[in-house]
């Protein structure tokens, strides 16, 4: 089979992806001893992330060529609107806390600098850019979520649980499954320089994906608070 442009992404992320797994926030999802304050505040985060990340799959829509990628971005939205962030809304619900506060979660500095990264470089590039910045979101967090489901435990976890199989789950796999291929149609005979510039915006948001781990494990906010 020929090589294809995520595979050369693979090799180039490979290490900063692992690093996910050895994560203390990760493994303890992994092995259900992750602190219980530290997940609400990946949760209200990750919820406030979600809603821009889901501009993203809107702009790739609006910057669509054809009918065909304009439908899997809308497919992308849907899923993440719905599937992906009902996850979110029924773990609320565990905290108490109502989809309408979860919204009103004042984004962290990672947070702000990650989504202001995807945004910045999808509004200014064309739709490969758009590809680019949000396929480590997707694709890592089902690499992430089909390696934790290996542990023995992990996916019936009375808590945690939820949170593997959403993640391994077919319907995740399905939209991780859509950017990558998104990824190789647009890469598809684009010279090299364009191709460096991709891979820079997927090692970037790869990097982002580890800082916005360890701001959840640190519960980290702003450095002063106001
Ligand atoms: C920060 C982050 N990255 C990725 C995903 C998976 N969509 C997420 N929910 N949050």
């Known amino acids: 089979m020929t090589n294809v442009f995520t595979d050369r992404l693979w090799s180039k992320v490979e290490p900063i992806w692992t690093a996910y797994l050895e994560h203390p926030f990760v493994k303890g999802l992994g092995d259900g001893t992750?602190?219980?304050?530290k997940f609400k505040h990946w949760l209200k985060q990750d919820y406030v992330y979600l809603i821009e990340?889901?501009?993203l799959f809107?702009?790739?829509?609006?910057?669509?060529?054809d009918l065909e990628t304009m439908t899997t971005f809308a497919g992308l939205l849907h899923g993440t609107l719905h599937m992906e962030m009902d996850l979110h809304r029924q773990y609320a619900a565990k905290?108490?806390?109502t989809p309408e506060d979860l919204e009103k979660t004042y984004p962290a500095a990672t947070t702000t600098a990650y989504t202001s990264y995807m945004l910045n470089v999808s509004q200014r590039g064309g739709i490969e850019?758009?590809?680019a910045s949000v396929l480590a979101c997707a694709w890592s967090y089902n690499y992430i979520g089909k390696e934790l489901a290996k542990i023995p435990g992990a996916l019936e976890h009375e808590f945690y649980g939820d949170w593997v199989t959403t993640y391994s789950s077919e319907e995740f796999t399905a939209l991780a499954n859509d950017c990558i291929q998104l990824m190789n149609k647009m890469a598809d005979d684009m010279p090299e320089r364009d191709l460096a510039v991709?891979?820079?915006?997927?090692v970037k948001t790869s990097l982002y994906e580890y800082m916005f781990w360890d701001m959840a494990e640190n519960k980290e906010e702003w450095p002063i608070k106001l």
């Open 95 to 97: 905290f108490n806390i």
């Open 58 to 65: 809107a702009l790739g829509s609006a910057k669509a060529e």
């Open 34 to 37: 992750l602190d219980k304050e």
């Open 198 to 202: 991709l891979e820079d915006i997927v």
């Open 53 to 55: 990340y889901s501009r």
């Open 129 to 131: 850019n758009v590809v």
